[in-house]
């Protein structure tokens, strides 16, 4: 800025002077704003720091009663008679996953292909508001059609007595996360530049073959992180799988045995123990595995965009 | 000189008004304050919660100095609460000052005993079971009995529905129906809900369930089952003939005090246990 000399007139020093107030106003609301977003987002990791150092240290209690082996591979879940196997729940939180997007993944791909390669372009914008809505829709809900519809629909046909179970939590939840995957596997298909297309074309490509040997082929990370977008949100719901599962602590690998995965189990049984118990820490130890897995995926998905965008 | 005096005058006078005034305001809230004033904060079990809340907006109205609080989230949260001291009343579905359930006796509190509340065994509507003796009940849910022809019903798989570990009335039903025999928890015909509202609709919903709920509940797709052939109802659960039926409890650390004494004291006056209580589906206890 401008120095201040001493032979300049008094008015010009007024000037000045005023100028430089008016300077160092401007100044301090600079500084003012960069210490409002620095403490902003002190603030916000100060609070994810709080949560993983409170559920990791209750959820690590768990380990003065019950030993690592017996936590991560017995499956005997009885609390009562001191026994607090959390393999079934943790077993059950990964098969679900898996079956949800063994049924999810394929049928979003082939919805977000045909919206961004087959549809005409007012089907598309039509469609595209439609997934929209969906993704809005509250878990609650899906929950609920699931347990008044779904299930009474698959004891009837399994001939199982409850209908309950992983089949029914995977379906409820494929629905759920499918508006998800399609829009982003959508997002990521039209970033494939039209010029690939048309060489496609100008080859003598069909437009099958475009699709499988172009365009999928280059939207591959695109792809990858919708899905695991996806995954991080059907391990995550609780809701929606607590009123479908059937909430018993056993294996239900068959898919139509009442089960209970580490959501489920976690909000079924949160306000019913005494806050000092080992039920309790084991409790936050399932949080802290649910913590550590969804945490993992988004690293999963933030390397997947660094690569894409390569 | 003149002008200072009239200032000090003035003061003095407005000084001694407020003083006076303001004792005057004193000794009335005292006398108020010697009748009942604070704050009562209520949290625990939501099976009580319809008849806490219809206490507290009486209460209210009779002493309006008092502010009261009413939560529920689960029957263990009430004397839990209190032990810490965030609550200074608790609700709970069973005396939580003796080892209940699976969960410790809390030392410290005391149990105040307002309402008998009865529970009902249900089956689906279409179920042509009327009647179970608890010895069949009891096989039932040990898994000795898995038929619904055993017990004189169609040739159906019986589906056992069960609320989970920690709920007050799955504490009530194991105390006075299951009398220390473990349910079985696990197989493909059993499942657990969360809820009262949620085991309504899982054996409204499947035609070979049973399921056990507040007698309250009981409407619409489920039926009450009478048990030993007494039938499920208020007056058989009053006089005891009926026997699955539990106590809900208010709990306050040590003896109840000020506010929360005159609370509970209101909640079991005659008044109230003859009125809103009976209207809420609960017996009295006086």
Not at chain 1, 167 to 174: P, Q
Not at chain 1, 298 to 303: D, F, V
Not at chain 2, 102 to 118: E, Q, R, S, T, V
């Amino acid at each position: 800025m401008e120095k201040l000399s001493p032979d300049w007139t008094d008015a010009t020093n007024l000037l000045t002077a005023r100028r430089q107030s008016r300077w160092a106003a401007k100044y301090a609301a600079d500084r003012f704003f960069r210490f409002l977003c620095l403490g902003s987002i002190i603030f916000l990791g100060a609070v994810l720091g709080a949560i993983v150092l409170f559920v990791s240290e209750t959820g690590f209690l768990v380990f003065r009663d019950v030993s690592l082996w017996e936590f991560f591979f017995s499956s005997r879940w009885d609390p009562e008679h001191g026994k607090y196997g959390a393999a079934v729940f943790i077993a059950g939180t990964l098969y679900l996953t898996l079956v949800t997007l063994l049924i999810a993944t394929p049928i979003s791909i082939c919805v977000a292909v045909f919206i961004a390669e087959i549809a005409p372009p007012w089907l598309r914008q039509w469609l595209r508001t439609l997934l929209d809505l969906l993704v809005g829709i509250p878990s609650i809900v899906y929950g609920y059609l699931g347990a008044t519809l779904l299930i009474p629909w698959i004891r009837e046909h399994t001939g199982a007595p409850v209908g309950d179970g992983f089949l029914a939590a995977a379906i409820v939840l494929s629905i759920m996360i499918l508006p998800t995957i399609t829009r982003i596997t959508d997002d990521a298909l039209c970033a494939v530049p039209n010029e690939w297309r048309e060489a496609n074309y100008a080859l003598g490509g069909t437009t099958f073959q475009m699709i499988v040997r172009v365009v999928l082929p280059a939207a591959k990370s695109g792809i990858a992180a919708a899905v695991i977008l996806g995954m991080a949100r059907a391990i995550g719901e609780t809701m929606a799988v607590v009123m479908v599962i059937g909430n018993v602590a056993q294996f239900g690998f068959d898919l139509v045995t009442p089960t209970s995965v580490l959501t489920s189990h976690i909000v079924m049984q949160i306000l019913n123990v005494d806050f000092q118990s080992t039920t309790n820490h084991a409790l936050y130890m399932m949080a802290f595995l649910l913590l550590l897995i969804s945490i993992s995926l988004i690293m999963a998905i933030r390397r997947l965009r660094l690569k894409g965008g390569q | 000189m003149k002008r200072t005096t009239l200032w000090k005058r003035m003061a003095a006078a407005v000084l001694s008004s407020a003083l006076l005034i303001g004792a005057a305001f004193t000794t009335q809230h005292r006398a108020d304050a010697a009748e009942v004033s604070g704050k009562i904060v209520i949290a625990g079990s939501t099976a009580l919660l319809p008849l806490t809340q219809q206490a507290a907006k009486e209460f209210k109205k009779s002493h309006p100095k008092v502010k009261i609080v009413v939560s529920g989230s689960s029957s263990i949260a009430g004397p839990q609460s209190v032990a810490k001291g965030v609550a200074t009343i608790g609700a709970c579905d069973w005396d939580a000052t003796r080892a209940v359930g699976g969960f410790p006796a809390y030392k410290g509190l005391k149990a105040y005993k307002i309402a008998k509340i009865p529970f009902a065994v249900i089956v689906n509507k279409n179920n042509s079971v009327d009647n179970l003796s608890v010895q069949q009940i009891q096989d039932i849910y040990e898994g000795k009995i898995t038929n619904w022809k055993q017990v004189g019903g169609k040739d159906e798989e019986i589906v056992v529905i069960n609320r989970a570990k920690g709920s007050g009335t799955r504490v009530n039903f194991e105390d006075k129906i299951m009398d220390g025999h473990a349910i079985k928890t696990s197989g493909d015909n059993y499942k657990e809900v969360q809820k009262s509202g949620d085991m309504v609709n899982a054996v409204s919903s499947n035609p070979n369930a049973i399921g056990f709920v507040d007698l309250a509940y009981v409407k619409g797709g489920i039926k009450a089952v009478s048990i030993n052939g007494v039938k499920a109802t208020t007056a058989n659960a009053a006089s005891g003939k009926y026997v699955f039926y539990g106590y809900g409890y208010l709990l306050t650390k040590g003896e109840a005090k000020g506010a929360d004494k005159a609370f509970i004291n209101y909640i079991l006056s005659k008044k109230f246990q003859n009125g809103s209580l009976k209207k809420l589906k609960f017996i009295p206890v006086k």
